[in-house]
């Protein structure tokens, strides 16, 4: 174990509990009315993310970007194709698969939600100082990349 292992667990054992609340705040953050209907779930965010990021993916891409078994993708795709957040369309390389590309509605629907969150984001960040905002953004974009890495599956980013 490395010299630094202890404090690497116990560090692990206090971002894991922040990890968890942040995400129930998340979940809170959601507008009742999105709620009912209006939102993305966090499945269909994350589909479109990528989607919108990376281009057109088959099943089989997703199973590889994600590490989830093939029925998950089939039944997250489902309900973004009922609602025309995504579509189907022949592989433009010519495979066999079909692909998945979002829409114009999905593409707003996600922008919307997307603008929402960064507001709300901004709100409890506008009293920080630039140069812990710089840090903060910095270390949670190595500590993404770190678990990418380790995963093998790296998270393609835009040049926002």
Same mark, same amino acid.
């Given at each position: 174990?490395?010299?630094?292992?202890?404090?690497?667990?116990?560090?692990?054992?206090?971002?894991e509990?922040?990890?968890?609340?942040?995400?129930?705040?998340?979940?809170?953050?959601?507008?009742?009315?999105a709620r009912?209907?209006g939102?993305?779930?966090?499945?269909?965010?994350?589909? !479109?993310? *990528?989607?919108?990021?990376?281009?057109? $993916?088959?099943? @089989? &891409?997703?199973?590889? /970007?994600?590490?989830?078994?093939?029925?998950t993708?089939t039944r997250?795709?489902?309900? !973004?194709? *009922?609602d025309?957040?995504?579509?189907? $369309?022949?592989? @433009? &390389?010519?495979?066999? /698969?079909?692909?998945?590309?979002i829409?114009e509605?999905?593409?707003?629907?996600l922008?919307?939600q *997307?603008?929402?969150?960064?507001?709300?984001?901004?709100?409890?960040?506008?009293?920080w100082?630039t140069?812990?905002l710089?840090?903060f953004?910095?270390d949670l974009?190595q500590?993404?990349?770190?678990?990418?890495?380790?995963?093998?599956?790296?998270?393609?980013?835009?040049?926002r």
């Open positions: 174990m490395k010299e630094n292992g202890v404090e690497a667990r116990e560090a692990g054992e206090h971002i509990r922040e990890l968890m609340i942040l995400m129930r705040h998340r979940e809170l953050s959601v507008p009742r009315g009912d209907g939102a993305l779930d966090r499945s269909a965010y994350v589909l !479109l993310s *990528r989607l919108e990021v990376q281009g057109p $993916m088959s099943i @089989p &891409d997703f199973v590889e /970007a994600f590490g989830l078994a093939p029925s993708f997250q795709t489902a309900p !973004l194709l *009922r025309g957040l995504v579509e189907r $369309m022949l592989d @433009p &390389d010519g495979g066999v /698969a079909r692909k998945f590309r829409t509605e999905g593409t707003k629907r922008s919307a *997307r603008e929402e969150t960064v507001t709300r984001l901004a709100e409890v960040l506008t009293d100082p140069e812990r710089r840090r953004v910095s974009e500590f993404n990349t770190d678990i990418e890495r380790l995963a093998g599956r790296p998270w393609p980013r835009s040049a």
